[in-house]
């Protein structure tokens, strides 16, 4: 039985044998990444609660990946945090344009969502009231731009000449639907392990693990891409950690080479989790993480397998800033909010939905009418590829209606990209109710406005590319 070493390696000789379908053109990749781990103290995200970090588990970074062909540059990050902001994105943004070849609008900055990072500075009421305003968060806030730019040039500077190959796994197992329908006819969000009265699960999942693979005409590994729609909620504690990231990247280092970069990136998950409500065992911390990564880094290694040869051609880019509206606030509704707000930590502390509906309100009424303008992004290379950013935690049926109609061969969507105005359900659940719709901050039908400007744009640069 040939190692997985081997394996690579005879991949590597298949793949050069199928050079002619590349154009002439040269493809170069750089890939980098940078340390973006906070000090201890800083309140960490995700929560409904102000924990304040204690150490480090593993270090967060920021993962960059430069593409460049026919003189032309594109940039993929991908950051261990919970979520990134619109202004964090665009400062990062500036910087990269003014000291690489990378022009703003080939850039795509998304987060893992891991929920072991750290909580910024002026996303949003909540976090302002989580400790987002501690002197802390505003320092990590006010560096982090530079840190991403660091990670990019360092990225451009490493450009080498390569090839792209692709395939798409399937993993089943691990991502489960967090909404079901009751036997009493409500919605449930997380409603217990082996909760009787649960009926189904409101939707479906997305067990695709797409994975593009960079190497070096050599054979030698340069970075795998790996996407997955499962929240990263898995670690809690009080330490920082990039959560089941942390071990497929050590997995793939261990079976590849050392210095291969793993970029992971968050497909649609704002209603997926990893939580079997069919079984009694616990499924959290370090332990459970691991084993997610262990299994997800496993049907990698599967997927090299099956890898092809991707014909790529110079980057292509284009985005659409999308007004979505917002939610419509009842009279009485942000004095009722306001009240709720200030109970938080006393002993009449709000009730969990309390907390999430009053923080959507006091949101709300802060863009004084102002719609949600989203950035929906597309990245091709060639038309077989192209990555889609997407600006919050989108419902899993929203990106499965994307990749059905996308006409690239790969579609791979990253939410929390370029921004993020929190979850984004499909029209159906804000009729059901509970959390996500609760915690929206956009209105009904937002997410079907983001599915048609992302099919738009994935089939206006698919008709380019097709017609060079």
């Known amino acids: 039985m040939h190692s997985p070493r081997r394996l690579l390696s005879l991949l590597g000789v298949a793949l050069a044998l199928g050079c002619s379908l590349a154009p002439a053109a040269e493809l170069r990749i750089g890939a980098a990444a940078i340390d973006i781990t906070p000090p201890n103290g800083i309140a960490m995200a995700g929560y409904y609660a102000t924990r304040l970090a204690e150490g480090t588990h593993d270090p967060l970074h920021a993962k960059a990946l430069v593409f460049e062909q026919d003189g032309v540059k594109a940039a993929l990050v991908a950051l261990d945090l919970v979520t990134v902001s619109r202004a964090t994105v665009e400062e990062a943004r500036r910087q990269i344009a003014r000291t690489t070849g990378v022009k703003e609008e080939a850039i795509m900055i998304s987060a893992t969502h891991s929920h072991t990072g750290p909580l910024m500075n002026g996303i949003s009421v909540r976090n302002a009231a989580y400790g987002g305003d501690l002197e802390v968060a505003k320092l990590y806030t006010a560096a982090l731009p530079g840190k991403i730019a660091a990670a990019v040039r360092q990225a451009e500077l490493a450009l080498v000449p390569a090839r792209l190959s692709a395939a798409v796994g399937s993993e089943p ?230 990749k059905a109609a996308s006409p690239f061969k790969h579609t791979i969507i990253a939410e929390l990209a370029n921004g993020s105005i929190g979850y984004i359900p499909t029209k159906r659940a804000y009729a059901e109710g509970n959390y996500e719709p609760i915690s929206a901050r956009c209105a009904e039908g937002s997410g079907e406005m983001i599915v048609d400007a992302a099919v738009r744009l994935l089939k206006a640069l698919h008709a380019e590319a097709a017609a060079k």
């Open 173 to 402: 197992s691990l991502p489960f639907n967090r909404r079901f329908v009751m036997k009493d006819g409500s919605i449930g969000w997380n409603p217990g392990k082996l909760n009787p009265n649960i009926v189904r699960p409101t939707g479906p999942i997305d067990p695709a693990v797409p994975v593009v693979f960079a190497e070096t005409p050599a054979g030698k590994p340069l970075a795998t891409y790996v996407n997955f729609a499962m929240h990263l909620d898995t670690v809690g504690g009080m330490q920082f950690s990039s959560d089941y990231a942390f071990t497929l990247a050590r997995i793939l280092n261990q079976v590849t080479t050392p210095d291969m970069l793993t970029v992971f990136t968050i497909g649609c998950a704002g209603d997926i989790n990893h939580v079997n409500t069919g079984i009694k065992a616990p499924q959290k911390g370090h332990v459970e993480a691991t084993r997610i990564g262990t299994i997800l880094a496993g049907e990698v290694l599967k997927t090299y397998a099956r890898l092809e040869p991707v014909a790529t051609a110079r980057p292509a880019f284009r985005h659409e800033l999308v007004p979505l509206p917002l939610p419509v606030l009842a009279p009485g509704e942000v004095e009722k909010a306001r009240a709720f707000a200030t109970r938080i930590g006393s002993p009449k502390d709000p009730t969990f939905l309390e907390k999430v509906w009053a923080f959507k309100v006091l949101d709300v009424y802060g863009r004084n009418g102002q719609p949600q303008d989203v950035e929906v992004q597309v990245i091709s290379l060639g038309r077989d590829l192209a990555w889609v950013g997407l600006p919050g935690e989108i419902f899993v049926e929203l990106g499965l209606a994307i």
